[in-house]
């Protein structure tokens, strides 16, 4: 499964930005798509997921209420709606995906078998 990651940028505190990645995998809608970031000196971080075969979403308390991760099947692409973005945002994001693991590992980086390159989120205050 390759991914596609792109949206990245330089942006103010307050903006917002959008997160795609996009896979060829024609079993996309079965596959749990994850976004996860990495700040410099800092583990890499659960962000949001959307379960396989479903519309269940999952946040990090961090960005939940801000954050909106959604899946288009039509163009198999997974979105990451980022707004109200905070300096403490910054950090490279990536996209993750897996079509075996179970519910309670969605926050899990180690259950992800495919990785995106990082894409680079900047936020200035």
Known sequence: VQLQASGGGLVQAGDSLRLSCTTSEPTFSRLTMAWFRQAPGK?????????????????????????TISRDTAKNTVYLQMNSLKPDDTAVYYCASDGRMILSSVRNPTAYNYWGQGILVTVSS
């Open 43 to 67: 583990e890499r971080e659960f962000v949001s997921a959307v379960f396989r075969g479903s519309s269940s979403t999952h946040y990090a308390d961090s960005v939940k209420g801000r954050f």
